[in-house]
């Protein structure tokens, strides 16, 4: 059972505070079970700059906000606590300046 208060510390210790606790069913793919999830940053490998050719076309338009939503392009750090707690990243949403993250126990989704 994964101890959800301790995942939040160690992500407001890596400098993500916000995260909050859910759990249930979503419409986002990869998303059910219980998780914590927060808006974060577009940093590393949520750059725009940092995106393939296509995606950066796409988030250049007008309205679009568009990022590769593979976890591994999740902040590193976010990565490693992750892995830690035998957690799954998954990124569900995007905006021009922020990313909405969660992290889920795998054995509660499908992925």
């Known amino acids: 059972m994964t101890d959800w ?3 939040r510390q ?6 993500y505070s ?3 606790f859910d759990s249930g069913e979503t419409a986002v793919p990869g ?3 219980e ?6 940053p577009r940093e590393g490998g949520l750059k725009h700059e940092n995106q393939p050719l296509w995606i950066r076309i796409l ?3 007008p309205g679009s906000d568009t990022v590769e939503a593979d976890p591994e392009n999740a902040p590193e750090s976010i990565r490693n606590i992750a892995t830690e707690h035998g957690l799954e990243v998954v990124i569900f949403s995007v905006s ?6 969660a992290l889920c ?5 499908d992925l």
């Open 5 to 7: 208060e301790r995942v």
């Open 96 to 101: 021009a300046d922020e990313a909405r993250i």
């Open 10 to 15: 160690e992500l407001k210790e890596a400098g």
């Open 35 to 40: 998780w914590v999830f927060s808006n974060i």
């Open 105 to 109: 126990d795998p054995s509660k989704h």
């Open 59 to 61: 988030d250049a338009l």
């Open 31 to 33: 998303l059910s079970g």
């Open 18 to 20: 916000g995260f909050e």
